[in-house]
């Protein structure tokens, strides 16, 4: 079992930015793969970024450079930098892992609130 632990989301302006970080535990040694997926209101679930453990990363199209997804091996982090925020990233940002960067994740986070409103 691999359990996950995010922080970081909070309200800020359009235009800011915000990092999230997600903590794994458990036997997050096993895992290849940390990521983060978002769910907006009414809105399905969808992949914002992944990263391997050899550092290989996957952003969603919508992401367009305003994302940079890192790891933190040695300390089973993820982070999330969030630049140039749109009231449209509102949303729950859940932290995933797995083994696969292309596949479904195997774990799940609670998720952390991110809105962005003036």
């Known amino acids: 079992q691999v359990q996950l632990v995010e922080s970081g989301g909070c309200l800020v302006q359009p235009g800011g930015s915000l990092r999230l970080s997600c903590d794994a535990s458990?036997?997050?040694?096993?895992?290849?793969?940390m990521g983060w997926h978002r769910q907006a209101p009414g809105k399905q679930r969808e992949l914002v970024a992944a990263?391997?453990?050899?550092?290989?990363?996957r952003y969603a199209s919508f992401v367009k450079g305003r994302f940079t997804i890192s790891r933190d091996n040695a300390e089973n982090t993820v982070y999330l930098q969030l630049n140039s925020l749109k009231p449209e990233d509102t949303a729950v940002y859940l932290c995933t892992s797995g083994m696969s960067l292309w596949g479904a994740p195997d774990y799940w986070g609670r998720g952390t609130q991110v809105t962005v409103s003036s």
């Open positions: 458990g036997s997050a040694r096993r895992i290849n793969v």
């Open positions: 990263i391997a453990r050899d550092g290989t990363k």
